[in-house]
């Protein structure tokens, strides 16, 4: 819990207007006493706060003569900034329908809370945007079918048109959640035709059926094992590890960047070294091309020479 965090919670305590203990407030914020009283003097001296106390220091209040108190503008952090822009961003979109008398009320909600920066709203998401990136749009009513499907427990039939093998082939899917990655919706679903779990992109799926029939469904750590296991958005289980040196020019970058909750990185002769699980390395070959020759595969030997076979298809386009 950070200070701010902290500072809010000692004003959640004193605003009815009671007298709380000093035990009390330490109970509710998890902390020494020193860091209560360091925190009570920073509300006092910078936020101009009225807090009285006992002599002895055992119990605290705000004054009752002296003006309602209120918390200046308290910044959010990173997490909580995402999560309310995404949301007033999303309802924004909403188009009008049977959900608009619930929505306009929710996001004032989200607003008021925006405001807690100390900033009106509009300023908020003027000045500070969420930019998706290739976003693939998704039919609302295919939507809207697939998420009760995963939340109601039904089977679907669907044509999905995958990208890779490029015609249509019909699936009987059992599906077991929704996932939103890199700006795309994907269902993670047991297949019937595979016997497995497998992704499939939303937007690629076509007419579908719901079926009353009840899933199959699988534990949510098997599901977590399967779809976490291994590099990016294809699901499997772990079969190689990458192993990557990245140039100290772009070092700079990735030490900072999270891969896979996995990965184990080093710092070698000033070039750092990246090692990531996979299982299909479609999505790990363009993460690694997109860096150039300021990356080389040192293992294993069948992914390193693919990398090297397309760096030299690419070169070939411009001689």
């Known amino acids: 819990m950070n200070q701010a965090e902290r500072i809010f919670r000692i004003h959640r305590e004193l605003k009815p207007g009671k007298r709380v203990t000093f035990q009390r407030l330490r109970e509710a914020l998890e902390v020494s006493s020193a860091t209560l009283k360091r925190d009570i003097a920073y509300m006092r ?99 809207g079918a697939v998420a009760g499907a995963v939340l109601n427990g039904r089977v679907l039939d669907i044509e999905y048109h995958g990208r ?42 076509r007419p579908l059926t719901t079926h009353a029939d009840a899933v199959r469904t699988l534990a949510d750590a098997d599901v977590d094992r399967l779809v976490g ?18 140039s100290p020019h772009a070092a700079r970058w990735v030490a900072d960047e999270h891969w896979h909750p996995e990965q184990i990185g080093q710092w070698i002769d000033g070039c750092y070294e990246l090692q990531v699980p996979y299982s299909d390395p479609r999505e790990l070959l363009m993460d690694i091309l997109k860096y150039g020759p300021d990356v080389e595969v040192l293992a294993p030997d069948n992914l390193r ?15």
């Not at 989200?110 to 500070?128: F, M, P, W, Y």
């Not at 291994?230 to 990557?244: E, H, K, R």
Request: aromatic share 12%; with cysteine; charged share 25%.
């Open 45 to 143: 001296d910078f936020m101009d706060a009225p807090i009285l106390n006992e002599r002895d220091g055992s119990g605290y209040w705000y004054d009752p003569i002296a003006p309602e108190f209120e918390l200046p503008g308290l910044w959010f952090n990173d997490s909580e900034l995402y999560a309310l822009l995404a949301s007033e961003q999303l309802l924004e979109a909403v188009q009008p329908g049977l959900l608009t008398p619930y929505i306009g009320p929710l996001r004032g909600r989200i607003r008021k809370l925006l405001e807690q920066s100390g900033h009106s709203a509009d300023t908020v998401t003027n000045r500070v945007r969420l930019q998706a990136a290739a976003r693939r749009p998704v039919d609302a009513e295919r939507f």
């Open 164 to 205: 890779e093998k490029g015609h249509a082939t019909r699936r009987r899917v059992h599906p077991q959640r929704l996932l939103h990655y890199r700006d795309n919706w994907y269902l993670i679903a047991w297949c019937e035709q595979a016997g497995d779990l497998r992704t499939f992109s939303l937007d690629r799926i």
């Open 229 to 246: 296991a291994t590099f990016g958005i294809f699901s499997g289980t772990a079969t190689a590890w990458a192993v990557l040196r990245f």
């Open 305 to 319: 020479d693919t990398v090297a076979l397309r760096l030299r298809e690419a070169a070939a386009r411009y001689q």
